[in-house]
């Protein structure tokens, strides 16, 4: 059964993607820790970050460190935070969060997103994602 992510990728499910490439999708969290909160997730579906190939999670950190910068530009945060933790979604993914405190990193403060609040993170990072030149924006 495809998880989640797979369904949102594959446009069965709708989800606020805001970068799409041939190997990994990035989409606002619809439960941010904080505002602008996102995941990078593979297109393939793999359940345990151990089990990428290196080129892969090579990859999905380097789209984590784009999405950091807009959102550094966007949100203007203290820090962007990265965690994968792997529970929640049989599906590698990385949180890459805006935060202005450790407090900031704990899935305690995640909350159901509104709909109209993560239409605007996703379309603040489509514009810092546009104005960093980067194609892959969705």
Same mark, same amino acid.
């Given at each position: 059964?495809?998880?989640?992510?797979?369904?949102?990728?594959?446009?069965?499910?709708?989800?606020?993607?805001?970068? #799409?490439?041939?190997?990994?999708?990035? %989409?606002?969290?619809?439960?941010?820790?904080? @505002?602008? /909160?996102?995941? *990078?997730? +593979?297109?393939?579906?793999?359940?345990?970050?151990?089990?990428?190939?290196?080129?892969?999670?090579?990859?999905?950190?380097?789209?984590?460190?784009?999405?950091?910068?807009?959102?550094?530009?966007?949100? #203007?945060?203290?820090?962007?935070?990265? %965690?994968?933790?792997?529970?929640?979604?049989? @599906?590698? /993914?990385?949180? *890459?969060? +805006?935060?202005?405190?450790?407090?900031?990193?704990?899935?305690?403060?995640?909350?159901?997103?509104?709909?109209?609040?993560?239409?605007?993170?996703?379309?603040?990072?489509?514009?810092?994602?546009?104005?960093?030149?980067?194609?892959?924006?969705?």
């Amino acid at each position: 059964m495809a998880t989640i992510f797979s369904r949102i990728i594959a446009g069965e499910i709708p989800g606020r993607i805001i970068w #799409r490439d041939d190997v990994a999708v990035v %989409m606002v969290d619809i439960r941010p820790i904080h @505002h602008g /909160h996102c995941l *990078v997730v +593979p297109i393939a579906e793999v359940d345990h970050w151990l089990d990428l190939d290196a080129a892969t999670r090579a990859h999905l950190f380097e789209v984590a460190g784009v999405v950091g910068q807009a959102q550094m530009a966007a949100f #203007r945060p203290a820090r962007v935070g990265l %965690m994968i933790a792997g529970f929640e979604v049989p @599906h590698v /993914h990385v949180h *890459v969060i +805006p935060m202005e405190s450790m407090a900031d990193i704990s899935f305690a403060n995640a909350r159901p997103g509104v709909d109209a609040e993560l239409d605007a993170a996703a379309e603040a990072l489509r514009a810092e994602l546009r104005e960093l030149n980067r194609p892959e924006v969705a």
